[in-house]
């Protein structure tokens, strides 16, 4: 079963603007990851965030985490048009050493 | 250096051949993965391998049979290849097992069955 759902499905900014998507989750979890996949390619890891964290960066990168509310954030500033991609959430299924399930992701469109 | 690589990057096919993917990654990771990409990209694990050995298989038709000759490669054999088989194939890897770690996808491979 489906375990991270991102919000909004899509999302079309301007470059220079922020972009937010979200993901919730149904069980506990000993970390979250959000991946990149640009048209035609693999998916590239972005940020690991452990349960016992709350906020990491990296560059122009920003994801939360909030566990009482099963749920995560993943913000870029100042958009570029290569940023346009899909970006998913991924979640262990289950507490322990499970494989990752991921979401069906939010597609971005970074707009010149 | 391509960390996660794979062969061939397009198959196209028709219905009830076999077929074969190969993956190989250099970062000297213990687990290797396949996963299945639907045309909606819904992104589902197949198969987990750990230094070799199967760890998990996802319920997966066993027209599909993964093979891992040493922890760096692990290729994907599908029998009998079905209309719905379409779809984007990845492989990837991670330093160790499940969802621990963060993982390193190859490119993928587009099957097209007709």
């Known amino acids: 079963s489906q375990q991270g759902e991102e919000d909004p499905q899509a999302l079309s900014i301007q470059e220079g603007e922020n972009a937010t998507m979200n993901c919730s989750y149904k069980t506990s979890i000993n970390n979250l990851q959000w991946y990149r996949q640009n048209s035609g390619r693999g998916l590239v890891h972005l940020i690991l965030i452990r349960s016992n964290e709350r906020e990491k960066h990296s560059g122009r990168l920003r994801v939360t985490l909030d566990t009482s509310k099963k749920s995560s954030s993943l913000l870029i500033t100042a958009s570029r048009a290569a940023d346009t991609a899909s970006y998913f959430c991924a979640t262990p299924r289950n507490s322990g050493n499970t494989p990752l399930v991921f979401g069906k992701g939010t597609r971005l469109s970074v707009i010149a | 250096d391509t960390a996660v690589s794979q062969t061939p990057k397009y198959l196209v096919t028709q219905m009830g051949n076999d077929k074969s993917i190969k993956c190989e990654q250099n970062?000297?990771?213990?687990?290797m993965y396949w996963y299945k990409q639907d045309s909606k990209k819904f992104l589902k694990i197949m198969f987990s391998?750990?230094?070799?050995?199967?760890?998990i298989n996802e319920t997966v038709p066993n027209r599909f049979s993964p093979k891992s000759p040493d922890k760096a490669h692990l290729n994907l054999h599908i029998n009998s290849l079905e209309l719905g088989d379409s779809a984007v194939y990845f492989c990837?890897?991670?330093?160790?097992?499940?969802?621990?770690?963060?993982?390193?996808f190859g490119p993928g491979t587009r099957l097209t069955v007709t």
């Open positions: 391998y750990n230094n070799k050995e199967l760890i």
């Open positions: 990837a890897s991670s330093q160790l097992g499940q969802g621990a770690y963060e993982q390193y």
């Open positions: 970062l000297g990771h213990d687990t």
